[in-house]
C-alpha cells in the first residue's frame, strides 16, 4: 500500500517531486551500474564529472544563460553568498547597496560591512518588511546594488527586476526555477539549492566572467569565484549528492516544459490561493497585494480563535507545513515548483469547509 499522498507546503529544505526522489535514492545504492555508491566513487571520475557538466548545461539552457557567464555549484548555502557576492563586486568605493526588504537581505546588509560598507538604499522595515519599497533613488558611488527577489518569510516579490545602472547582485534562493529571468541583467545570482532546485547542501552561482577577479579587496581563497570558475565548479571537493539530485531535477523540470511551463502552473497556483484569501471572510493576506510572492503566500485568520480547528482540518487533509514563520506569524503556504495545482485546490477547499462550519 502507498502512504496517502501529503500535500507538502514547507517552506524548505528541499520541495521535489517524487519521482526525483525515487530516482535519486537508487543511486545511494548502485549509481550508473557501477556497483558503487554515488556517494564512494570519486568526484574526479567521469561518471561525477558528467553529473556535474550536465547539472551546469542544464542550468544554462533552462534559464537561457547567455555566453560570457559561467555556472558554478559551491558549497557554503546562501548565507555564504552574502559575504561572497560582496567580497567578489567592491571596486574603488568599496560600497555596496541594498534594498533591504526581510530577514534575509538584512543579514546580507551585514555581510557586506566585513570588508567594505554596506548602504541602505532602501527599506521596507516601517511596515515589518509588508511591501517591496518603490521610488527610491540610488546612489551613483556604489559598487553594486543588492536585493533579495523573493522574501521567504515576509512572502513578498520583486515583480520586476529594479532599474539601476550599477552593477546588480541577486538572491534567488527561493524562486530561482519558478519563472522565467533575464540573466544578462546580473552580475551575480546566487541561490540556496533547497527550494525550487534540490537539496540542501549546495548553492548555485551565476556570475558574469568580466567581475571575476576584479575585487578592489582580498578575498580568500574560496570566497574568490574567480578560484571555482577557474577549476569549472571542482575546485575541491563539491557536494557530490546534493549536486546529482539538482541535476536530476533539472531533468524533470525540463522534461514538463521547463521555466516557461512551470511559471504558469505558479501563477495559477497564487492566483486560486489570493482568490480565496481575499473572498472568504475568515480569512486576510498580510503583503501588500501588488508585492505578493508567487511562492510563500502569507496570510492569517482574523480570528485567532480558529486557529485550532483550521489546524484540525488541514491535518485531515493532509496539509502539512502551513505554520507561518516565527517572526510574522500565522500561516504561510510555500508552494515551489513540486506543488501541484490540485494541492491548492485541497487547501482552498479546507479554507472553505472551515467557512461553513463556523
Ligand atoms: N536567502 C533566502 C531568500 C532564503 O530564503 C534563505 C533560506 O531560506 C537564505 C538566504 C539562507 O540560505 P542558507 O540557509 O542556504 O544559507
Given at each position: 500500500a502507498t502512504m496517502a499522498k501529503v500535500h507538502n507546503y514547507s517552506a524548505g529544505p528541499c520541495i521535489l517531486p517524487q519521482e526525483v526522489f525515487e530516482e535519486a535514492s537508487k543511486a545511494v545504492l548502485n549509481f550508473d551500474n557501477l556497483g558503487l555508491s554515488i556517494l564512494e566513487i570519486s568526484h574526479r571520475s567521469k561518471n561525477f564529472v558528467a553529473v556535474?557538466?550536465?547539472?551546469?548545461?542544464?542550468?544554462?539552457?533552462?534559464?537561457?544563460?547567455?555566453?560570457?557567464?559561467t555556472v558554478l555549484f559551491l558549497q557554503g548555502g546562501a548565507s555564504t553568498g552574502f559575504l561572497m557576492s560582496a567580497y567578489n563586486m567592491m571596486r574603488e568605493n568599496k560600497?555596496?547597496?541594498?534594498?533591504?526588504?526581510g530577514a534575509w537581505a538584512k543579514k546580507a546588509m551585514k555581510e557586506g560591512n566585513f570588508m567594505?560598507?554596506?548602504?541602505?538604499?532602501?527599506s521596507s522595515a516601517d511596515k515589518n518588511y509588508s511591501y517591496i519599497?518603490?521610488?527610491?533613488?540610488?546612489?551613483?558611488?556604489?559598487?553594486?546594488l543588492h536585493y533579495t527577489s523573493n522574501n521567504t518569510i515576509a512572502g513578498t516579490q520583486f515583480k520586476a527586476v529594479p532599474e539601476t545602472n550599477v552593477p546588480l547582485v541577486c538572491d534567488m534562493s527561493s524562486d530561482i526555477f519558478s519563472k522565467e529571468i533575464d540573466v544578462s541583467k546580473f552580475d551575480i545570482i546566487y541561490a540556496g539549492a533547497q527550494k525550487n532546485m534540490g537539496p540542501a547542501g549546495t548553492t548555485l552561482y551565476i556570475v558574469k566572467d568580466e567581475i571575476l577577479g576584479k575585487s578592489s579587496v582580498p578575498v580568500p581563497t574560496m570566497l574568490d569565484l574567480k578560484t571555482h570558475a577557474d577549476k569549472d565548479s571542482m575546485f575541491n571537493t563539491p557536494p557530490v549528492y546534493p549536486v546529482y539530485v539538482s541535476m536530476l531535477n533539472l531533468r524533470w523540470l525540463k522534461k514538463n516544459g521547463g521555466v516557461a511551463?512551470?511559471?504558469?502552473?505558479?501563477?495559477?497556483?497564487a492566483e486560486l490561493l489570493y482568490a480565496e484569501i481575499d473572498r472568504n471572510p475568515l480569512f486576510k493576506g498580510t503583503t501588500a497585494v501588488e508585492d505578493?510572492?508567487?511562492?510563500n503566500v502569507t496570510f492569517v485568520l482574523n480570528d485567532e480563535g480558529l486557529t485550532d480547528k483550521f489546524n484540525e482540518l488541514l491535518a485531515n487533509a493532509n496539509i502539512s507545513g502551513l505554520k507561518g514563520h516565527r517572526s510574522v506569524g500565522g500561516f504561510r503556504a510555500s508552494m515551489y515548483n513540486a506543488l501541484p495545482l490540485s494541492s491548492v485546490q485541497v487547501l482552498v477547499d479546507t479554507m472553505q469547509e472551515l467557512e461553513k462550519i463556523s
Open positions: 556535474m557538466e550536465e547539472a551546469r548545461s542544464l542550468v544554462k539552457e533552462l534559464l537561457n544563460v547567455p555566453d560570457g557567464y560600497k555596496g547597496g541594498y534594498l533591504n526588504t567594505g560598507k554596506a548602504v541602505e538604499v532602501a519599497p518603490k521610488g527610491y533613488s540610488i546612489p551613483s558611488d556604489i559598487d553594486y511551463a512551470i511559471e504558469k502552473v505558479n501563477n495559477a497556483k505578493r510572492s508567487n511562492m
